[in-house]
């Protein structure tokens, strides 16, 4: 999604010069643009990133919109406190931004993939939390983001397409419905849904109505979701994202008090490295049931098929 | 903002002083020792030096109570209302500075080592705006410059040219469990501040002459060098406070009446008041 992503804010910073641009030294073959193009308005903080977030509350102090970038987990997890006090707590207009959320950095190891960032994000006040899920979303996303007055969060990850199932021109939302049916409602929090629909194909027609999530914390779910939810009594949800914190405990509550006691509820998420081994992001992904085979018979079990 | 005279700093300073040691007597509260170390550089800065477009960061923000004040002396606190409400439940005027509420406090702190990255990002922000009279003050302890991240902020002041930013270490030679030299010895520290591109010089914290002096000096160092500048202030721990001066303990203990109407003979005139 760098690619939208850079395009998206050299257009958004053209519009508005109070953008500003902090990376923690990341971006090469990616924002030459951005930074060529921003000038001044382009920092590279250098490898530091708690000072970059705490230097970005000082700059949105003075009525910048500081939008600071890095991969996933050096965005959320090293500089964590100084996202608390510093930018949330004084709820301050600063943009998170994390390249390859979940285990988007594949070989690249467990030190650079993100698989607790949307949980510890939206612990924090006033934070929003954007997961964008296709390609064409991405600008959608960081238009929302940087028109909201607060602290937000942007999970970047493999650009998918939305295959003519979302409309491009269509609002951004928080959920949105990608094909209906109504035996199984399944939740797919980010770029994670294209496993989904490419499954689609091999479970009976009219079975599946999945939904992609892109923003927490969810302060209520979609009438329409609920409904569905309701009807159906089994919900299964997909996440590239340890179960704490993730969506599947955010969607927890409201399900309860709208289906107790008619529900399944079936959670697929991140558990980490169960083998030990590690590989590419298509690879944890089939490791974890997130996609291929696994999921395949999670949705078939979900389905008594 | 009208500036103090010079002369009549001390006596500022006094009134401060007397104010947060009543505060911290009544509320039975700890931190005293912290809030008297930094007494007059707090005063020195926010009466003696600033004007209305500068910013001060208290990194150290457990001596609240010593910003408090000197914003009440200043005028910009409401001194009956700090009186009454300091410490107690249900008050602005916590222990450490609470977030967007009080005029002259624009962050909460009290986590170590936040105050220097927010001070640059303020002072950057200042040159982007091209407002190069925005002054950014930053007040850091030396048991605080043990946080990696406030040597992050120093190399970013130097590379962004922050010459609009001065930092003032409370050098007292005490942190949380033990002196300096023993808990982690950070010499030779104008070393290693030098190092880092800074402007350094050291002026004796409680004395405004020599606050001054250092304050003339660094700032055109600072110009001359386009980087930050920084005072090592040489600083007395818990500073009158008769027996606990310069301990550990005056860091955590709450005043007893003996020691509080000891640390008041340092209060001159405005001691005599109370
Ligand atoms: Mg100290």
Redesign the interface.
Known sequence: MRVEFAQTILEVATQDASVLFLTGDLGFMALEEVRDRLGERFINAGVAEQNMVSAAAGLAARDFKPIVYSIAPFATLRPYEQLRNDVCLHNLPVKVVGNGGGYGYGIMGSTHHALEDVGVMRTLPNMRVFVPAFGSDVAKCVRAMMAYSGPAYLRLGKSVPNFGLVTDASPWAPMRRVSQGSSLVVAAMGPVVEHVISLLPELPPGSVDLWSVGELSLSSLDGEFLRSAQEAGRVITVEEHYLAGGMAENMAPHLINACSGRLRFKNLFARGYPSGLYGSQRWHQDENALAGPGLLAALREMLGL | MQKTAPSDLPAAGARVRKLLLDLHYGARSGHVGSALSCVEILTFLRLGCMSASD?LVLSKGHAASALYSTLAVAGEVQEDELRARYYKDGTLFSAHPP??KISGI??????L??G???????????K??KQPDERVYCVVSDGELNE??VW??F??SR??KLDNLLFIVDRNNLQGFGRTSEVMDMSPLNEKLRAFGLAVTEADGHDFGSLAEAYESVSQAARNGSTAGIIVAATVKGRGMPGLADTVACHYVPMTEEVYGGALKLCGDAGDQG
């Open positions: 910013t977030p967007n624009r962050f909460a702190t009290g986590s080592g936040h220097p990255g927010i001070a640059v990002g303020l002072a950057l922000g200042s982007l705006r990696g991240s992050e902020a190399a970013f590379h962004f």
